[in-house]
């Protein structure tokens, strides 16, 4: 693999730009100082088409070979957000960015390519969104459940905000949820619930108790 | 399974968990053995899954911040850093400098005590129980400082939106240095216990190997990566809170120990050079700390309306004991954000189990397994299935093998 030299997060989108056109909707960057000197650090955020995903991230490792951090998922509505959260130029001084790769999946196809025959780390992460978002990855290596246990209901996705996602019934209040009813009798008595009193009564009583 | 159809029992398989306090989740291994040898890996995460995300986005910021302190028993400040530096992004909101550089602080004594804390459970897990307690007690004095400066020794609660929750006092300053000083005296002994012991050289030479090219691949982070030679450390790569002032370099194994071979020895070395590295880090925030306010805005119900209104995404990272964590957030101008999806070090770390435990013994599975920091303890529970018939081997039983290997080493 030849290596391109440490190149500017302008031109990287502009690469992205000149190679796939109109495939990209939106490519910007933010960036961020902090403390005193407030070095800024690059976030390069670019959504495409479904179809360049694979051919963005290939483009990507030969600029430089990524590093795979995570897909994040965005439910919005008609469609679900994938996003590959990747960065670029590791081990260079304050020259590390981070490269957002977005594609939208219409609910009514929800499938994507893997991208484990390019990046064999990403499988966790694709596993993972394949229960948590309801989606297929393709050819996938390997498409067993990842977090969620064997006895989770299928076709219960909980990152979904539709009616696939969480039911109201399956969600648990800790508050709603009262002392257990099947314990042994504790050898001291459990403390009786306060009965209300009047407030003028348990005031005499507390101003008593202070004087003895 | 290999298509050798005229012995039954070989590869048999040998599940360890999913109860297997030697790992932060409990996750299960499946190996299929050849008799002592580790043919195939396969593990199965997410028996603690809490749901926490899930959780989160039906909360607002501040509350998930305190929900972040919560998501590891370990690293205390990563995630809430992490994800208060996302939202403090999508806010727009500018800490102040003095902020940066205490966080930039309370981030290196947690990585001391992590990194403490691993060495004496690797020490356990190769049978030096006296290391383990010795290493554990000089741990304490980085617990009692995180204590001193935030008021807990886990679950620190000392991160906000916008700053930090209290300051360094003039009268703190000392007690750090004192604390400084003290570690300073000890990273020579340790590097003597730990690296000239030959019965540890002996059993973390040459194990767990993950090759350059294996780290890349499988996207390994952290300690974990700079012991296969692969450069990468947050705090160099990509400034964040003070470290953009400061002077630091990933630390891979020096050529004097013979260069990064990427095994369990490797691991160890830069572990323990980035304990020495943290007291550094930790001094020069202390020498150059910029006096000022502490927290962006101090009324947590405009805090909470500006959170409100927010739009945006972004992405707060940090880089953790056991390498970079990550959240990624988006705020749509509800109270609760849209999406949070939180990336913990570990997550990408364990892919690397794979090749390291191949072709390695029974006897070097906890050993190899700790050298990742997955988040320690021990192997709980092993069913063994010979010939059909299934055998409970117990955490103690599986220690003893590593134990009887680490004694025929030392005879030898």
Redesign the interface.
């Known amino acids: 693999m030849t290596e391109t030299p440490h190149l500017s997060p302008q031109e990287i989108i502009d690469l992205y730009k000149a190679e796939f056109g109109v495939g990209i909707h939106e490519a910007r960057i933010?960036e961020?100082?902090?403390?005193?000197?407030?070095?800024?650090?690059y976030?390069i955020?670019i959504r495409v088409d479904r179809e360049l995903l694979k051919p963005a991230i290939k483009k990507l490792m030969d600029i430089r070979?990524p590093?795979?951090?995570?897909i994040?998922?965005?439910?919005l509505g008609d469609e679900i957000e994938l996003?590959y959260?990747l960065?670029v130029?590791?081990?260079?001084?304050?020259?590390?960015?981070?490269v957002?790769f977005g594609i939208r999946l219409p609910k009514t196809d929800l499938t994507v390519p893997t991208i484990t025959d390019l990046?064999?780390?990403?499988?966790?992460?694709e596993r993972e969104k394949q229960e948590f978002f309801g989606i297929t990855v393709t050819d996938i290596p390997d498409g067993?459940?990842?977090?969620?246990?064997d006895d989770f209901p299928q076709g219960v996705y909980?990152?979904r905000k539709d009616e696939t996602g969480?039911k109201p019934e399956m969600v648990r209040e800790l508050w709603a949820i009262d002392r257990p009813k099947d314990r042994p009798v504790p050898p001291v008595p459990e403390k009786k619930p306060v009965v209300e009193v009047p407030a003028a009564e348990g005031m005499e009583k507390k101003t008593g108790g202070a004087a003895e | 399974m290999n298509g050798d159809t005229t012995k039954k029992s070989t590869p048999y398989t040998i599940p360890i968990g999913p109860v297997h306090p030697a790992l932060k989740e409990p996750v299960m291994f499946t190996f299929q053995m050849e008799g002592e040898v580790v043919r195939s890996v396969d593990f199965a995460p997410g028996n603690t899954h809490r749901g926490i995300e899930w959780m989160g986005m039906r909360r607002n910021p501040v509350q998930i911040v305190h929900l972040t302190d919560r998501i590891c028993g370990i690293c205390g400040i990563v995630h809430s850093l992490s994800f208060a530096r996302a939202v403090e992004q999508i806010a727009e909101i500018e800490v102040p400098p003095r902020a940066d550089y205490i966080r930039t602080i309370l981030h290196e004594l947690e990585r001391m005590q992590s990194h403490i804390l691993w060495a004496g459970v690797a020490a356990h897990e190769l049978g030096f129980d006296s290391l383990l307690f010795l290493a554990w007690r000089v741990r304490e004095q980085s617990m009692d400082l995180i204590e001193n400066l935030t008021g807990n020794r886990v679950n620190y609660g000392i991160v906000q939106i916008g700053g930090v929750r209290r300051d360094i006092s003039d009268d703190q300053r000392p007690v750090i240095e004192q604390g400084l000083a003290y570690y300073r005296g000890l990273i020579d002994q340790m590097k003597t216990v730990f690296l000239d012991d030959s019965t540890i050289r002996m059993r973390c030479r040459g194990h767990g190997l993950l090759s350059y090219r294996d780290a890349q691949l499988l996207c390994a982070i952290g300690p974990t990566a700079r012991a296969s030679g692969v450069a990468m450390d947050v705090r160099h790569d990509y400034p964040y809170c003070a470290y953009g002032d400061l002077d630091v370099h990933p630390v891979l194994p020096p050529q004097e120990f013979g260069g990064p071979q990427g095994d369990v020895y490797d691991r160890i070395i830069v572990r323990l050079l980035e304990i020495a590295q943290s007291i550094d880090i930790i001094q020069q925030c202390l020498d150059s700390m910029p006096a000022g306010e502490i927290l962006w805005e101090k009324k947590l119900p405009k805090l909470l309306s500006i959170l409100k209104k927010a739009q945006g995404e972004a992405i707060g990272r940090v880089e953790a004991p056991r390498g970079e964590c990550m959240h990624y957030v988006r705020m749509d101008g509800n109270e609760a954000p849209a999406t949070w999806k939180v990336k913990a070090s570990s997550y990408s770390n364990l892919m690397s189990w794979i090749p390291m435990l191949k072709g390695e013994q029974l006897a070097d599975v906890p050993i190899i397994v700790a050298s990742i920091d997955p988040c320690m303890s021990c192997t709980d529970r092993v069913t063994i299935i010979r010939n059909g018939a299934a055998d409970n081997l117990t955490k103690e039983e599986l220690t003893r093998l590593s134990r009887e290997k680490t004694r025929r080493l030392s005879r030898c």
């Open positions: 933010t961020r100082g902090e403390g005193v000197k407030k070095t800024k650090n976030n955020w070979f590093h795979f951090a995570v994040a998922g965005n439910d996003l959260i960065s130029f590791y081990g260079t001084k304050f020259g590390e960015y981070m957002t990046i064999p780390g990403a499988l966790l992460s067993r459940r990842l977090f969620l246990p909980p990152w969480i």
